[in-house]
């Protein structure tokens, strides 16, 4: 990856900031929460931000504002009397998030979209979505997902939630029945309807390959949601179950960041998975235990800022880590290999059907 190619990434990123910085602190366009934070500390982020390096200047983010305030706290008075959604990260480790949405659901995966290779995702195709509708907004973006690029979508609903409380209290025998129930679902839409495209998690996609061959079924490719993907989990089901004619792209997102796409991954690549954020709308880096940035090849936690005038999220502490990455073609700037849960190799986490 040349310098340059680099420095134009962090210039127009830079740039992206400096006019969102503008748009959630201007009395006429701003959020009220960060209006009130910034009459609170006496300080102006229009004069103090000019590049990401500066957003030390808030200290990282607490989550609990977007659990606790009102709505009315989030919506940026550009956005004032304009109709918006509400959607809910997963809540694996905690009380879930809300965030607000007007048009930031469609325009992230609009973007995204540009990523898919156009051999295994067909433009045209139909899709079938195996994951959460309400109160996740991966219903209808991928639904728009599907019908920019020229096809329709079929959905089989999946409530992520049930499934882990499930597994915690040790009851293996009702989340067994429960991913026998998507599961059937899902193969019964594939051998009766005109799919090429799936969206669904490792562990579905492994069951439902143990079910029927899913290439000579007619599914091209298959975009893999969930956090945790290791080489030798992508190794087993790229070799033993879902073989070469299918293209498995793996992809990282929650409600709060976006969606971030993953560069080729396979045997030249001992089959890490090296996601990249969807900069300049979002940033994605690895810090240690002193808050600092990681180094290239070592392990630290994912702390997310979103980018956008429906949103600003400052140096969010994610509930992931990671290994961090060098750039690589189509995306020049830091990625992340090897994701799962924060200190999972500590303390295992409950992902269920994800």
């Known amino acids: 990856m040349s310098d340059a190619l680099r420095n134009n990434a962090l210039e127009e990123l830079n740039a992206h900031l400096r006019d969102i910085i503008q748009w959630h602190f201007s009395p006429e366009t701003g959020c009220p929460f960060w209006l009130e934070w910034k009459d609170q500390k006496g300080i102006d982020p229009r004069e103090r931000v000019k590049t990401i390096d500066d957003l030390t200047l808030f200290e990282g983010f607490d989550a609990k504002e977007l659990r606790s305030l009102p709505h009315e706290q989030w919506i940026p008075r550009g956005y004032a009397k304009t ?20 048009e930031d659901h469609l325009s992230d995966y609009t973007l995204f979209s540009s990523c898919l290779s156009g051999n295994g995702f067909p433009k045209g195709s139909n899709w079938l979505i195996l994951g959460p509708t309400g109160p996740r907004r991966l219903r209808l973006s991928m639904e728009h997902l599907a019908n920019i690029r020229g096809g329709s979508a079929y959905h089989v ?65 298959v975009l893999l949601g969930g956090t945790t993907l290791s080489p030798q989990a992508q190794r087993f089901l790229r070799e033993e179950l879902i073989g070469e004619e299918l293209l498995l792209t793996p992809v990282y997102g929650n409600t709060l960041m976006g969606l971030a796409a993953s560069a080729p ?36 936690r994912v702390v997310l800022t979103t980018l956008t005038k429906e949103f600003f999220l400052p140096l969010h502490l994610e509930r992931d880590e990671a290994i961090r990455r060098p750039p690589a073609p189509g995306f020049p700037w830091d990625g992340l290999g090897d994701l799962r849960p924060w200190r999972s190799a500590e303390t295992p986490t409950v992902e269920g059907v994800y």
């Open 83 to 102: 109709p918006f959604k509400v959607f809910e990260t997963g809540g694996t480790t905690g009380t879930p998030i809300q965030r607000l949405s007007w």
């Open 157 to 221: 609903d999946l409530d992520p939630r049930w499934v882990r409380k499930c597994i915690a209290k040790g009851q293996l025998d009702i989340a067994e029945a429960y991913l026998d129930h998507v599961v059937g679902q899902g193969q019964r839409l594939i051998e009766t309807r005109n799919i090429q495209c799936v969206f669904t998690t490792p562990a579905i996609i492994e069951a439902l390959a143990f079910r029927l061959d899913l290439a000579k079924a007619g599914i091209k490719g």
């Open 265 to 300: 991954s396979g045997p030249e690549s001992n089959y890490e998975v090296v996601y990249y954020a969807p900069q300049p709308k979002a940033v994605l880096k690895l810090i240690g235990e002193s808050g600092d940035l990681v180094d290239y090849g070592e392990r630290g």
